[in-house]
């Protein structure tokens, strides 16, 4: 659970993507992952990963975004709070448990749009289109991207697409389900939830961020 620790912002860094960015992106749909790495500093995804909810901490009495610093000071007998889209916790599990739940509902509301009076314009995330029609057409795509994402459910080497299925093999078979999506496996159910959601809001960036830098270089191309 803790690799999907992640740093909220209220922004995410795709409005007005240059045409430069779709070289960046074709390289960085295969190699950037969560961490910030120099050659992907133009990567749609790193950045937008800073727009997923996070677990902080208040670590007797002092606010902290480091998990690491919280395992110290709890280890310490020190008094460690978890603080999960604005509401405190006193236990780890029930946080961890808040986090995949916030997580998962930021990114089933990122495939679909949002109109707001003051500014006029449609919002997809966090990013404002001047025309609804064309927000829209993103909401869908995204949408069509996330539907993508599949698990698989292996239970002693054998692979199932039917959860039912695979939960029924295991239990005659006395094993557990490994859950697969992208290059994640695990066998907690917790953890395959965390990380279907962050797959699916990658593939909807991935895929907006691919649409608007090939409408870009379309309009460079044309002017």
Do not use: W
Not at 49 to 62: F, H, T
Not at 76 to 99: I, Q
Not at 191 to 206: D, P
């Amino acid at each position: 659970m803790k690799s999907f620790t992640l740093t909220i912002i209220q922004a995410v860094a795709l409005i007005g993507m240059p045409v430069a960015f779709a070289e960046a992106t074709e390289k960085c749909e295969k190699t950037c992952d969560l961490a910030q790495k120099a050659d992907c500093a133009a990567c749609p995804v790193t950045a937008a990963m800073d727009a997923l909810p996070k677990i902080s901490y208040v670590i007797a009495g002092e606010a902290s975004a480091c998990a690491k610093s919280a395992e110290t000071a709890k280890a310490a007998g020190k008094e460690v709070k978890y603080v999960v889209a604005g509401k405190e916790l006193c236990c780890e599990t029930m946080a961890n448990e808040a986090h995949v739940e916030a997580v998962e509902t930021f990114v089933a509301s990122f495939a679909s749009t949002k109109s707001c009076e003051a500014s006029g314009k449609t919002y997809v995330g966090t990013k404002g289109y001047d025309c609804g029609t064309h927000a829209s057409t993103v909401a869908a795509l995204a949408k069509k991207a996330m539907d993508g994402v599949k698990v698989t459910h292996i239970v002693a080497g054998k692979e199932y697409c039917c959860p039912e299925e695979a939960g029924k093999a295991a239990k005659e078979a006395g094993a557990k389900v490994t859950y697969a999506v992208a290059e994640e496996k695990t066998q907690c159910a917790a953890t395959n939830r965390m990380s279907v959601a962050v797959a699916k809001y990658k593939a909807a960036i991935q895929a907006i961020a691919k649409a608007e830098a090939e409408t870009a270089a379309n309009a460079a191309a044309n002017s």
